[in-house]
């Protein structure tokens, strides 16, 4: 793979698992953002929201890093001089 390819996947890998996180929250606060007669959870979006879109990217950026080394010819040792 070139070095454009690589760059391409580990971004795509990356935006895929920001997605991720973003349903994962998204379940999460079903329901839970504005409830009937009490405020909101102010606690989703100021610690899920970063928690779930942090450890999507993570996951994602690892998942890409992970395709490229499995993807990746294996290098030979050098030509022999003899």
Not at 4 to 23: D, E, I, K, P, V
Not at 55 to 77: C, D, E, F, S
């Amino acid at each position: 793979m070139g070095q454009r390819t690589q760059s391409a996947t580990g971004c795509l890998a990356a935006l895929a698992g920001l997605g991720l996180g973003l349903a994962v929250w998204m379940e999460l606060a079903d329901g839970r953002v504005r409830r009937f007669e009490a405020s909101p959870d102010w606690r989703l979006i100021y610690l899920a929201l970063p928690a779930c879109l942090i450890g999507g990217i993570a996951v994602g950026t690892l998942g890409g890093l992970l395709l490229n080394r499995l993807l990746r010819p294996r290098r030979q040792g050098p030509p022999d001089p003899g």
